[in-house]
């Protein structure tokens, strides 16, 4: 089973870079979307839906043309979430999921706090009241692929400016605390790409500042994180670079289930 997680920053702008046309040459079986935005209506038509999927969003209903996720699979699902029951996070359109038999394929977006304390507050927020549905998932016997921009870098492997960055939103101690003791040895959610690549530096994001592409001064802060029962099932993960449709790269793992 291959999934792709993909921050889009405008799902509209990244199909205009030729993003569906290089889709269908993937092979994908799920493909996880964040930053749609955009409204559903305006992402219909075959310039949006590849032959062969289905595609489930839930977009922000808070203002147009802000955040929103989205699904698309090649096999039906059986049931589609798209709320976890706390309308300050819900209606910013951040989370959906896919339901496929014992296994869930989540599209997560979680905030960032780059813009100002207010933000930052909020994803703190965000933070401590997703941890304890994160620890009932884990606890559940359903397995999971949790697929998104989590906005947070767990370690210097993942920053290519370590030391300038500290005080900054998505590289704060708080944070990569917050998700290293998520993704605990043995017990917790599993950093797929990590798990393959325990000592490789690779980034997801750039900024468009300066050349930061160009000399790949980037953040790995796109994940797919996985219940324990599926770390053996890893099979090969990949950060796709190029072509660019995005300030983020599409991450895609290969599962053996």
């Given at each position: ?236 993960c990949s950060i796709l670079k190029d072509p ?14």
């Amino acid at each position: 089973m291959r999934i792709i997680s993909f921050n889009a920053n405008g799902l509209r702008s990244a199909a205009t870079k030729g993003f569906f046309d290089w889709f269908k040459t993937q092979n994908a079986d799920v493909l996880c979307v964040q930053e749609t935005k955009a409204q559903e209506h305006q992402l219909t038509g075959p310039a949006f839906l590849p032959d062969g999927y289905r595609a489930f969003f839930r977009d922000a209903i808070t203002k147009k043309g802000y955040s929103g996720v989205a699904i698309y699979a090649k096999r039906e699902p059986d049931e589609v979430r798209t709320a976890l029951g706390w309308a300050p996070f819900d209606d910013e359109g951040r989370y959906i999921e896919a339901r496929f038999g014992n296994l869930s394929v989540v599209s997560f977006y979680i905030p960032s706090g780059s813009s100002g304390e207010l933000r930052q507050g909020f994803k703190f927020e965000v933070m401590d009241w997703l941890k304890p549905i994160l620890d009932q998932w884990l606890a559940s016997g359903r397995d999971y692929v949790l697929c998104g921009d989590w906005n947070i870098v767990r370690s210097r492997l993942d920053i290519k400016n370590w030391t300038s960055n500290q005080k900054n939103s998505g590289c704060l101690p708080p944070e990569r605390d917050w998700l290293n003791g998520m993704c605990a040895e043995d017990s917790g959610w599993v950093d797929t790409y990590r798990a393959l690549h325990p000592d490789r530096q690779d980034y997801t994001w750039w900024s468009n500042r300066g050349a930061a592409r160009a000399n790949d001064v980037g953040w790995r802060i796109d994940y797919q994180l996985a219940t324990p029962g599926l770390r053996d099932k890893l099979r090969a993960c990949s950060i796709l670079k190029d072509p660019r449709f995005s300030d983020h790269a599409p991450f895609c793992v290969d599962y053996d289930v």
